[in-house]
Every structure is written in C-alpha cells, then in structure tokens.
C-alpha cells in the first residue's frame, strides 16, 4: 500500500501556480520524497525529488515540512499540457528502490 | 537517445496464450522493473532486476517470468495469459545506487495488453 496521501482531485486555471500537497505521515530518514506524474495514455514522468530542502528545477518547485511529514508540489505557471495525475512517493534507497505508486491527484488545468 | 523503448505497443491474446514483452534501454542504467496499470489505479511492481543476469520478485508476481540476459533488455513473460492479467505494462529503468544514489527512474510508454 501507498505510504503517501493525496487529494483525489484539484483544478487550476491556466497561468495561476498549481499547489499539490502531499502527507507523508509515516516518511523515514533515508527516504527521498520523489513527485512524478502521469499525462493519459503516457508512461510516468519524473518532475523533482528532495530530502530535507526545499527543491526548484525547469519544470517545478518542491516544497518540504521542516517535520519532513508533507509536501507541495508547485508548477509556478499551469498549463493546459499540466494536467495529469500527480503522484508523490516516499522512496528508500535500498536495494530495490522501487516505486509504490499510491491514486494520485488528478489536477485538471482550465483554459 | 530513445531512453526506455517497450515493444509491442498494444496486444490482444486469447486466454492460455503465451507471449513477451520487450524493453530495451540505451541509458546504461544497472536497474529495470516491470509494472502494471490497472485501470484507476497506480503502478504495482511485478518483477525487478538489479543488473544483468539478476532478477528478483516485486508486489504481483504470480504468471510472469522475467529474463534479463543482456544489460540492456529486460524481458517480461506470461507463459498461460490470463484475462486477469488484462493490462497497460509499463518498464522503467534506473542507476545502480552505487551511482547516483538518487537517480529517478524513467518509464517507457507501455504497452496496452488485452486477454480475452
């Protein structure tokens, strides 16, 4: 079972920042917060990762809790190509690391 | 650079069937994994391999067999389709966590398995 909880559903019109937030009640501290996302009918795509600071590259912003138990993913301008699901994943390095995908956030992006 | 390719793309098999799905990688990454997609639902890891000439089970393994003979491929087998096994596949592949530790993984586009 996923470890992570997230809102069934949001929507953000186009232009505005998209906020996704993210509990990880149960995270430990060698486990990264990973976000991916997933546009219909495509294969999961990686958006950004962190551990304990807050994270910025091309595509998002990655906002932890100092308490690391949530997140928010922020897409600073959303666009109509935005809208996906949206899935936040505690990952531990260890020998498989492999990915537990939990239901996700569907963020739907209005013209 | 194609990155993670899975081939066929979409398939229709009859029940007792047997058949492979391809994934091949150009990223020289050490990790591959093989997941389905149930409709509504997130990714569950059938089966994983570390490097080449390894593999080990994941979450739903029963009815699949894996092969990973070359560093590049990772081959997923139903050897007696089931309409349960009805599907959208996806592969993915990732560094070894003696590189870099924290290293996403990259997924293919799937492949869209029907048993009917």
């Given amino acids: 079972d996923a470890k992570t909880t997230q809102p069934p559903s949001m929507d953000c019109a186009e232009g505005r920042a998209a906020n996704l937030p993210c509990n990880h009640s149960t995270i430990s501290g060698n486990e990264y917060v990973y976000w991916y996302r997933q546009i219909h009918s495509q294969g999961p795509q990686y958006i950004i990762h962190g551990l304990k600071n807050n994270e910025t590259n091309e595509m998002a912003s990655l906002i932890i809790t100092e308490d690391r138990k949530s997140s928010t993913l922020i897409l600073p301008h959303a666009t109509l190509r935005d809208t996906a699901v949206y899935y936040c994943i505690d990952l531990s390095l260890g020998s498989a690391r492999q990915l537990t995908f939990g239901s996700g956030t569907q963020l739907t992006v209005l013209p | ?116």
Avoid at chain 2, 7 to 26: E, H, I, N, W, Y
Avoid at chain 2, 27 to 35: I, K, L, S
Avoid at chain 2, 36 to 48: A, C, K, N, T, V
Wanted: aromatic share 10%.
């Fill in chain 2, 1 to 116: 650079n194609a990155g993670v390719t899975q081939t066929p793309k979409f398939r229709v098999l009859k029940t007792g069937q047997s058949m492979t799905l391809l994934c091949a990688q150009d990223m020289n990454h050490e990790y591959m994994y093989w997941y389905r997609q149930d409709p509504g639902m997130g990714l569950r890891l059938i089966h994983y391999s570390v490097g080449e000439g390894t593999t080990a089970k994941g979450e739903v393994p029963d009815g699949y067999n894996v092969s990973r003979l070359k560093k590049q491929n990772f081959l997923l087998g139903l050897e007696s389709a089931a309409p349960s096994q009805t599907s959208v596949y996806f592969c993915a592949s990732s560094y070894h966590r003696t590189g870099p530790l924290n290293q996403p993984q990259h997924f293919g586009d799937g492949t869209r398995l029907s048993i009917l």
